[in-house]
């Protein structure tokens, strides 16, 4: 692999796996910072509303820098009131005393549990308590700072791999898996086995998890969708009779108990309204409920901005329902349904909001278990994995120690084995053909090249092989005055001289397709066969001639050196 293209695919992964990473990193941080802001409201809305009005440098300041003294990641606390206002926002500390503003759209909800939102300075955590609700911003420096830190160590590790692949001309690549491959034995056939299993586990787990994710998502939010209408509408004609009864004479006596207690309990519920069908106006936010502004008695509030599809569709049916994602914030569930009294006339609509608070920890809980469920499985598949390599590559070992074996020159060599498969056959195989080499290695030793060689390749071997007469040339070759020459010189230099004398006369010999019969004392017998597959006569006597030419025109040479 080039440099070039190798840094290339480096960077797109580091770039891959911290954006991973960071995904994984703020949401867990988010999670623990909403369990941290709603362990920590009741603290700061008490201190609200003891020392904010009447003794706000003595008590309240001070508390608040104390409060996010110990807790820096904390970057700014907003006190929301019912109907909008801040009534506190820390980042206006150093004026002294903060000015009371409207604060943004997706912060003016009240929540039936906390909610994370983003913000421009890290994570946001609206959490209700009370009238109020406190916003709590949190910043990912660390999570960013960790990020950059692993992106500046993976990049200069990036520049010197290209450094060292480009300029000093080293494979990494390949360098790197020869030195594994020595240490870890990563060519191994039980490794690259095992890695195999344990990579299809993690691939088939982790399909098996995102897809069960999905599916109990997708579930649990069909769930939630059809709970919501069906408590809509279930509830629908006890708000309008409650709205009837009590709205205008015991208002904050039994109308306003009786949404409160709806809303809490109602799983998600985060707000009613009441919209005239006449007029198309709201005569009953609980928004303002909860702010404290009680209504004026025979005027309306403002108008309800229903969209003509809803309009369209509340007119052929009594509900209508859809997923609502705004623009910053998470997505809600609104349900309008229309309110029909014992004439059948229609002279409300009830609207109600539904958050994805529960949501959220269900499909944690759920994706935790399939989780749980999976490990253990995973972990048995690894393990059946290692114990059904040893089955393969037992064999594979015993195979090829018997290999080195025979190459070493030991032919007794029995591979005992019951396996009844594939490996069992080639084991029996490998035996047998172990059995067969030895016996025509001691085969050999008593014959000519050309009887082994009939020998070999009969059909049924010996017992297929008996006398037959063929046309050949004997040729005898020995040394003159061999004993006289002898007896000026060393054994060690006889030796020499032979097996010098003789590699250089068998050359010859087989270069005119003679065979050496055998060698007695400085005596050669070879013999000139004719062409047994080509069934055609060959004239043995005068390829024989040339060799003895050839054998005289070469000890000439040898005489000299």
Known sequence: MRPRNLSAVAALLLVFVLSFLKSSWITDYSQKKADFAQSKNESIFNLF???????????FKPGIDDFLKKNPDLRRIIIISGNGQAAFDSKDLSVGKTVPYKVDQSLAIRPAAPLILSDPQGVGILVPTGQYSIYYVFSLAAIT???????SVGIALIALLWFVTAFLKIEVWSTLTRVLGS?????????????????????????????QSQVQKREQTE????NSILLSELSRDHIISSFSNFFYFYYNDKFVPTIKHDIATKENLVLIRIISRKSGMVVFDSEEMAAGKQPVPGIEGKKADFSDEVLGELKKSETYHSVVSPSSGDPFIQVVTAYRNENGESPFYVEYIFSFASLRDR??????????????SMLLGIVIAILFSQLVVGPIKKLVDATVSITGGNYDVNIVTNKRDELGDLMR?????????????ELKKYLSAH??????????????????????????CDIRNFVNVCETMDAEEVTSMLNEYFS??????????????????????????????????????????????????????????
């Open 223 to 226: 769930r939630l969708i059809t």
């Open 49 to 59: 509303q003891a020392s904010f009005y009447f003794y706000f440098d003595d008590q």
């Open 429 to 441: 195989a490998f035996s047998n053909m172990a059995g067969e080499l030895k016996r025509k290695t």
């Open 451 to 476: 009887s082994y060689r009939k020998i070999t390749e009969a059909p049924d071997g010996l017992s297929n092989v008996g006398g037959a007469r063929v046309r050949a040339t004997v040729l005898f």
């Open 183 to 211: 240490t870890f034995h990563v060519y191994s056939l039980r490794s690259k086995f095992v890695a195999t299993i344990v990579m299809v586990n993690v691939l088939t787990g982790a399909i098996i998890f995102m897809s």
């Open 504 to 561: 250089c006369m068998v050359e010859v010999i087989y270069r005119h397709k003679g065979e050496v019969d055998k060698f007695i004392g400085d005596a050669v017998l070879a013999v000139f066969y004719e062409n047994d597959v080509m069934k055609q006569p060959v004239n043995t006597a005068l390829h024989a001639i040339y060799c003895a030419m050839e054998m005289r025109e070469k000890l000439s040479e040898f005489n000299v050196r």
């Open 363 to 376: 499909i944690a809980l759920i994706q935790k278990q399939i989780m749980m469920d999976l490990i253990p």
């Open 145 to 151: 700072m960790r990020v950059f830190v692993i992106f």
